[in-house]
């Protein structure tokens, strides 16, 4: 127990991990800690490429990357569950080299296979609200729900989903990003 309380405090010297601490009830604050996620992405990418994207940009290409060490599609869903892996990630990409897969244009695929319902609309939403205008992404999900789910969700959106093709044991939706914002 006291080893948990040690490492908390140890955390807590964090100027952005204080200010997690010290903004946790405040209202908007799971959107206000989505959007700290979001400009951290902008920077690492910013000093790894020199490439000034938005926020949504930055956070859609970093989750269509699908970068294992950093979950950042599965944090921007439900950021305060991921408080402390969020502020060491805003910590360490200050510093951190940025990846192979970060460097080149977005990616063209976002592999949604085995994110649950509806986590798999919601991370399809993030990466489709700054992915560019007029592209076309095709999208792999499970059978089942997120076959009626995802493609539902962004047709709500505007996006023109343009086809869905089994594959195997799972399908493949091509969506073209609509040009108005959402």
Request: hydrophobic share 35%; proline share 6%.
């Amino acid at each position: 127990m006291q080893k948990m309380a040690d490492e908390r405090k140890k955390n807590l010297t964090s100027p952005i991990a204080r200010w997690i601490d010290a903004n946790r009830e405040t209202a908007g604050f799971t959107e206000s800690l989505r959007k700290l996620l979001m400009y951290a992405c902008v920077e690492w990418i910013r000093r790894g490429t020199s490439a000034l994207l938005t926020p949504e940009e930055a956070l859609s290409k970093i989750v269509c990357c699908g970068l294992s060490e950093f979950p950042v599609g599965e944090w921007a869903e439900n950021p305060e569950k991921y408080t402390d892996e969020i502020a060491d990630f805003c910590e360490k990409v200050k510093i951190l080299p940025l990846p192979a897969a970060l460097q080149g244009e977005i990616p063209s695929l976002l592999d949604l296979r085995g994110v649950k319902c509806p986590l798999n609309s919601v991370r399809s939403r993030i990466v489709m609200s700054g992915y560019p205008a007029g592209r076309t992404l095709k999208i792999w999900l499970d059978e089942g729900s997120p076959i009626e789910n995802v493609p539902g969700s962004l047709i709500a959106d505007g996006h023109k989903v343009l086809s869905r093709e089994k594959k195997g044991n799972y399908w493949e939706i091509s969506v073209v990003k609509s040009d108005s914002k959402v």
